[in-house]
């Protein structure tokens, strides 16, 4: 499904952020990216997305070299990408439900797709008796759900989870993590960087270590070293 053939990244001001990375993704698994702060997980993520484009090497989605979509292949493949991050990116003065419901109108759906979807995916992350919150009212762990919930109420094929329990204590971590195998159960890949032993610990799956923008283990039993 994603496939790193020998990746590297080096930023203008000579950091080498990946280095020569390949690796693969199939449909359905549950992979794990774990390595210190600044071994290059983000970099690699925002490949994916391209937000950044690699020095070296090719990264393809299915057959396509992502690099080489025109922008509206792009967009395209972006809808098949549902996206978490650290720092949650919800909309501020928007309740839980609209920013689910802004990101379903990005993308084309009807009024009534969105209003019997949006309390449907609130309820998948155990949000359901938040759908009226704004992200002020919400706790940590309830602002990454909302955000995990408007990543995946467009079916994505993949969701990619950008250390998305850093803000987080260790109970909604593990909560986190949770929900994320149960998007997996149901069918959605999920890829999911961190820096933190206790995550890698809750995951059951392929691991792979980073180390200085290099892949230094992968591990298909979950096993890891950092
Ligand atoms: P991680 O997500 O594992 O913490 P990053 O991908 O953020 O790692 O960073 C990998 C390396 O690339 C680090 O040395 C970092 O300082 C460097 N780096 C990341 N982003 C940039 C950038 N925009 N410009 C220059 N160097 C960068």
Redesign the pocket.
């Known amino acids: 499904m994603i496939y790193f053939d020998k990746v590297s990244k080096i930023?203008p001001?000579e950091?080498v952020?990946l280095d020569t990375i390949s690796f693969g993704v199939k449909p359905k698994e549950f992979v794990t990216i774990v390595?210190h702060?600044?071994?290059?997980?983000?970099?690699l993520i925002k490949m994916l997305i391209a937000e950044e484009w690699p020095s070296d090497g090719a990264v393809f989605f299915e057959s396509a070299n992502i690099h080489r979509l025109k922008k509206s292949e792009m967009n395209k493949l972006r809808r098949r990408i549902g996206t978490v991050f650290q720092d949650f990116r919800l909309i501020p003065n928007k309740t839980a439900y609209e920013n689910i419901a802004f990101a379903m109108e990005a993308s084309g759906r009807t009024d009534s797709e969105i209003a019997s979807d949006v309390p449907h995916v609130l309820e998948l992350v155990g949000l359901g008796n938040k759908i009226w919150s704004f992200p002020h009212e919400l706790s940590g762990g309830e602002k990454q759900r909302v955000a995990i919930a408007r990543a995946i109420v467009n079916q994505p094929d993949i969701i990619i989870a950008d250390e998305p329990t850093g803000n987080l204590d260790p109970i909604n971590t593990y909560e986190i993590i949770k929900i994320l195998q149960k998007i997996n159960e149901l069918g959605t890949t999920v890829l999911l960087t961190t820096h933190n032993k206790g995550v890698v610990d809750t995951v059951n799956g392929r691991v792979i270590t980073m180390e200085k923008g290099k892949i230094i283990r992968d591990d298909k039993d979950g096993k890891y070293v950092l």
């Open positions: 930023y001001d950091s952020a390595g702060s600044g071994a290059g997980k983000s970099t």
